[in-house]
């Protein structure tokens, strides 16, 4: 099993994909000072809809 193959397979589960997301929205918003929020939570959103594990 490949290193992208075990990335998919620990983001399958929403809690995981969520808990992940979640930890990459703060380290944005942390490198960022807070300035690009809105475009951070979009980004967000939209790479979670893109998981498609809801």
């Known amino acids: 099993m490949g ?3 075990k990335a998919k397979d620990a983001m399958s589960n929403e809690q995981t994909s969520d ?6 929205e703060q380290l944005a918003d942390q490198k ?3 300035t690009h929020d ?3 939570d979009k980004g ?6 893109k ?3 809801e």
Do not use: F, N, S
């Not at 808990?19 to 990459?24: F, R, T, W």
């Not at 967000?44 to 809809?49: Q, S, T, Y």
């Open 3 to 5: 290193l992208m193959d």
């Open 19 to 24: 808990k992940v997301l979640d930890k990459g």
């Open 32 to 34: 960022t000072g807070g």
């Open 38 to 40: 809105a475009q951070i």
């Open 44 to 49: 967000r959103d939209l790479a979670d809809g």
């Open 51 to 53: 998981l498609g594990t």
